[in-house]
């Protein structure tokens, strides 16, 4: 029989891990069965595996009016970056002419974290906790100055699968969310209830909040914070055994986060802990503008060996 002292204490117990739940501490840990990974433990593709070829053939029942949507936004000098990553674009002098044709021709020099700017593809190598990334690989082991030596870029292969978007911007009745805003799973659900959208096994999801609109016209607001998921959301989608989360912002996850101690959680949660991957800085507006919530998605991540991500122009098929 339980006395009051046992009573007393298995409270507190379930107080304490209700709150490292709901504060998401649990994210930050080492420890618990987050690798090796539901693919094995020297899988390097994570979520990617979700595609299949049953789910190739069901993006392909999607396309109805043949009609395409670019989510890739143009890289150029005046685009937001994140941090201290650059980007630039030179056009040395024109080569030739050659031949008694007289061919003459340009080539470009491109500068910068390729794989980390404009649009940008999160390979699962790009976040870690701690040491540790996806499938418990130890950077001291296979982070190399020339490139990864696991769960680089070039492993990952391309998704043709059914894409999902959830206009919470929509939903909440607003033009744009404001920074800072935490998308909860009410939110997700409620706006997947008015759309009348169900998320399936290996669909890549896409969050409208509506910060794209800051894109080069307000660079300062638009990384100085973003609305996005929390840990909550994360999870969530996480369950739903999605293969990549998109959005119209830098992050895709809610900054600054709710909890100041925590800096970007949610990547955590995706990246290392799921094998879920991240696709940042996307046009959805004419996606949400047109009432699209299912098409067929498509991209293929640039294979940069050893590379932690990828540029790149991914599309919607309607």
Request: glycine letters at 14%; hydrophobic letters at 40%.
């Amino acid at each position: 029989m339980f006395n009051r002292t046992r009573i007393k204490f298995f409270i507190l117990v379930g107080m304490a891990a209700g709150l490292v739940a709901l504060t998401g501490r649990w994210a930050l840990t080492h420890e618990g069965n987050w690798y090796p990974s539901r693919w094995g433990a020297d899988d390097e593709r994570g979520a990617a595996n979700r595609i299949t070829p049953a789910k190739i053939l069901e993006a392909a029942t999607l396309i109805k009016e043949g009609k395409i949507y670019q989510l890739g936004r143009v890289y150029e000098t005046d685009m937001p970056v994140f941090g201290t990553r650059h980007y630039s674009l030179r056009i040395p002098a024109m080569s030739g002419p050659l031949g008694d044709n007289k061919i003459t021709w340009f080539e470009e020099i491109v500068s910068g974290e390729l794989g980390q700017i404009g649009t940008q593809f999160d390979g699962l190598g790009h976040v870690g906790i701690g040491d540790l990334y996806y499938n418990g690989f130890n950077r001291n082991e296979f982070a190399k100055p020339e490139g990864l030596l696991k769960i680089g870029v070039e492993n990952v292969g391309a998704f043709v699968t059914r894409g999902v978007l959830i206009d919470v911007a929509g939903y909440k009745g607003v033009e744009h969310l404001e920074g800072g805003y935490e998308i909860t799973v009410a939110d997700l659900e409620g706006a997947l209830k008015r759309q009348g959208t169900k998320i399936t096994s290996g669909d890549v999801v896409i969050i409208h909040t509506g910060w794209g609109r800051f894109w080069i016209t307000d660079n300062e607001r638009y990384n100085a914070s973003e609305p996005g998921i929390g840990l909550g959301a994360g999870q969530y989608l996480v369950d739903k055994e999605i293969a990549m989360v998109c959005g119209d912002t830098w992050g895709v996850e809610v900054v600054p986060n709710p909890d100041e101690s925590l800096a970007f959680p949610v990547h955590q949660l995706i990246l290392p802990k799921n094998g879920i991957y991240i696709l940042e800085n996307i046009i959805t507006e004419e996606l949400a503008m047109d009432k699209v919530y299912e098409f067929a998605f498509v991209f293929a991540p640039l294979r940069i060996k050893g590379g932690t991500g990828s540029p790149g122009n991914p599309i919607a098929i309607r």
